[in-house]
């Protein structure tokens, strides 16, 4: 039983989906507790993406995690139905920021549902029972939870403000109503208020009006943004799609203009060498033959002097015994 109490206040007995009692609990990896049904209906709305997150921490598990049935968090449940024990309040029953916190609650303070003009102080659920319950409380006066209490209780004689003083457009107490604002035009705070509520009521449907109408145009600003935004991204796709092919083709064009002009070139050097090798040859062969021209000039010539030296009955010098005429004869081949 003791040990019971000491869970009950705890996450692991309460899911956070139904805000129950767990029904055939289940623990997943990250260590949070749901009610099978609950966590399996959740996952089969997200059977579509592939992934399966833990809705409180929004951990994310790849693939679906087995479920398999918590049992001693189950018979824990179970001993809290049979001893009349209740789970821990939801998170939702506490006050946050914004909401009017319970006067009475000790440590994390629960959220208040009623506000006690005679106390002065405000009540959860469980701590306004007496005022329900015991005939010392009948006659104190309960209002909506709010977090102004002081404003609604008279700063002179610390009483509630009950009546509307129409003379003075303000809301007064009793003894007020009795002292300074005796024979003012007065009625009750309710009737005050209802007066005034009509009174503003064009001005609020026009306010509520304009409110919805601005409501409208900030929605359709936001859904006009959301399409801008929707279409640039697919502009830039595309634009992108269509840069990245035009690249790949003019790629394509450059390898292929490169490979023709590679190819054209070896062409043309293969003919310029097989040019080059001709004229060499030509040239070989008009230097050959200009070497055979000069040989026959100069053998006729020498010829043609030797005969004419015979018949003048000169002797022929021999070159090896006179060097010295091979100097004349040699000039003389020159003329």
């Given at each position: 039983m003791a040990q019971a109490r000491d869970l009950m206040d705890q996450d692991q007995i309460s899911c956070s989906i139904c805000l129950d009692l767990l029904k055939d609990p289940?623990?997943?990896?990250?260590?949070?507790?749901?009610?099978?049904?609950?966590?399996?209906?959740?996952?089969?709305?997200?059977?579509?993406?592939?992934v399966y997150s833990c809705p409180q921490c929004r951990e994310a598990f790849t693939p679906r995690p087995v479920l398999r049935r918590n049992t001693m968090?189950?018979?824990v449940v179970e001993i809290l139905k049979k001893t009349g024990l209740q789970a821990a309040p939801p998170a939702h029953c506490y006050a946050g920021p914004g909401d009017v916190a319970c006067d009475v609650c000790t440590g994390r303070k629960h959220k208040a549902v009623k506000s006690c003009l005679v106390c002065v102080a405000s009540y959860c659920e469980t701590h306004l029972q007496p005022h329900y319950e015991s005939?010392?409380?009948?006659?104190?006066?309960?209002?909506?939870a709010t977090g102004h209490l002081q404003e609604k209780i008279c700063s002179h004689h610390d009483k509630p403000l009950e009546v509307y003083c129409r003379t003075d457009q303000q809301c007064i107490c009793y003894l007020c109503l009795m002292d300074e604002h005796r024979g003012h035009d007065t009625v009750s705070a309710a009737a005050g208020r209802t007066e005034k509520q009509k009174q503003l009521g064009p001005t609020q449907r026009e306010s509520q009006q304009r409110i919805q109408e601005r409501e409208k145009e900030l929605q359709d600003l936001r859904q006009a943004a959301d399409s801008l935004t929707?279409?640039?991204?697919?502009?830039?796709?595309?634009?992108?799609?269509?840069?990245?092919?035009?690249i790949r083709s003019f790629e394509r064009r450059r390898s292929e203009v490169k490979e023709l002009i590679r190819d054209q070139e070896k062409a043309e050097v293969s003919r310029a060498e097989r040019l080059i090798e001709q004229l060499?040859?030509?040239?070989?062969e008009l230097r050959r033959r200009e070497t055979l021209?000069?040989?026959?000039f100069h053998t006729q010539r020498i010829t043609s002097i030797s005969s004419r030296a015979v018949s003048l009955s000169v002797p022929l010098l021999d070159l090896e015994t006179y060097p010295e005429s091979l100097s004349i004869h040699t000039s003389l081949l020159r003329l």
């Open positions: 289940v623990t997943i990896p990250c260590g949070h507790s749901y009610c099978m049904g609950c966590i399996k209906g959740c996952w089969d709305q997200n059977d579509h993406t592939g968090l189950a018979e005939p010392a409380f009948k006659k104190h006066k309960l209002t909506p929707r279409s640039a991204q697919a502009a830039v796709e595309d634009s992108e799609r269509i840069f990245t092919e035009l060499e040859q030509e040239i070989a021209s000069w040989s026959s």
